[in-house]
């Protein structure tokens, strides 16, 4: 059984400003998405960058067979959302973008303006896989990929850059923070028996900050010596599964010829038990055969299939 991740970008239907420029385009895309997807064949396949829910439905007529489909009704401003594409029914459980309650909100721009919740909503859902009940929460966090006044993608000066790469820092933090509430809620101090995943572009590496936030007590990750030794902080939990995935392959995106693992699958104390792969792109693949991609996305208006890779693991 399957369960993974995969940022499907720009994910629109032809003839609006960032999708597909025409039905060929688009076709093409919808063709490159769901020969992976099938490929994959996943229980349950968080999902990322959906600008139009008819768009998502496309895709899973494609795919042939029983998918269901469920969607945050928390876009940002470009209408790009998360979802889930499953084999089994899904129930919503929560679809937020706020803030805790005692964090602040933080700075965008130079103007003052503020974020008082996250860009793009947190979707969470239950399905029942034939081997038990699986909670799943899927986000994406605020990019890496900085935008300056304007719509433009380079700044105007390097103080400029700087200032900007901390407003999406501060947002990044924030929205990671707000996640690990949304996880605690699903948890419910249960981890040692609740099957819980948390997975989605979290525009940023295995060790940064804002990732780290999302797991919770520290000392326990996989390869270190304090995974094989249980304590109280099992029950609340979340192991990123990167270490699992082969070297070779522990990257989901190449950005200007550097390869990142960007894109991740947390699990609760009982899943990690039941996890025994984790990998990158299609297991039949020596490696993710990634574009490597630049500043503006434009450039890659009307590219079949992804940027991304998918990440996921095999359960038992």
Same mark, same amino acid.
């Given at each position: ?10 994910? =629109?239907?032809?003839?609006?400003? =960032? ?6 385009? =688009? #076709? ?17 396949? @968080? ?17 042939? @067979?029983?998918?269901?489909?469920? !969607? ?50 947190? !979707? ?11 909670? &799943? ?14 719509? *433009? ?7 400029? +850059?700087?200032?900007?790469?901390? =407003?999406?820092?501060? *947002? ?17 101090? #249960?981890? +040692? ?5 948390? $997975? ?18 520290? @000392?326990? #990750? ?14 609340? +939990? ?10 070779? /392959?522990?990257?989901? +995106?190449?950005?200007?010829?550097? /390869?990142?693992?960007?894109?991740? &699958?947390?699990?609760?104390?009982? !899943? ?8 990158? @792109? $299609? ?16 450039? *890659? ?16």
């Amino acid at each position: 059984m399957l369960l993974g991740t995969w940022n499907l970008e720009n994910l =629109y239907r032809p003839g609006g400003p =960032y999708g597909p420029r025409d039905k060929a385009a =688009y #076709e093409a895309k919808l063709a490159a998405l769901a020969r992976v997807i099938g490929a994959l064949d996943p229980v349950l396949l @968080g999902v990322q960058e959906v600008g139009d829910p008819d768009a998502l439905a496309d895709l899973a007529g494609l795919l042939g @067979g029983d998918w269901h489909t469920a !969607l945050s009704a928390h876009p940002d401003g470009r209408g790009i959302r998360v979802g889930f594409l499953g084999r089994t029914e899904l129930r919503v459980v929560a679809d937020t973008a706020g803030f805790p309650a005692e964090l602040r909100p933080v700075q965008s721009d130079d103007s003052g303006a503020v974020e008082a919740g996250a860009g793009r909503g947190f !979707l969470a859902v239950t399905t029942d896989t034939g081997a038990g009940r699986l909670t &799943v929460a899927v986000a994406h966090l605020k990019s890496k990929l900085l935008t300056y006044p304007g719509d *433009r993608f380079f700044p105007h000066d390097e103080g400029e +850059r700087a200032r900007y790469g901390a =407003y999406a820092l501060f *947002r990044r933090a924030a929205e990671a923070t707000a996640l690990r509430a949304l996880a605690d809620e699903l948890l419910a101090g #249960e981890g +040692r028996t609740r099957d819980v995943a948390v $997975l989605g572009d979290l525009n940023d590496e295995v060790l940064a900050a804002t990732t780290q936030i999302l797991l919770g007590p520290p @000392g326990s #990750e996989f390869g270190t010596t304090g995974y094989d030794r249980p304590d109280g902080g099992d029950a609340v +939990r979340l192991w990123d599964v990167a270490p699992l995935i082969p070297v070779d /392959r522990r990257y989901s +995106r190449i950005d200007s010829g550097r /390869r990142e693992l960007i894109d991740h &699958v947390l699990v609760s104390h009982h !899943l990690a038990q039941r996890v025994t792969e984790a990998g990158t @792109g $299609l297991p039949t693949d020596p490696a993710p055969r990634l574009p490597s991609v630049g500043p503006d996305p434009a450039q *890659r208006r009307d590219t079949p299939g992804s940027d991304h890779a998918p990440v996921w693991i095999r359960l038992a």
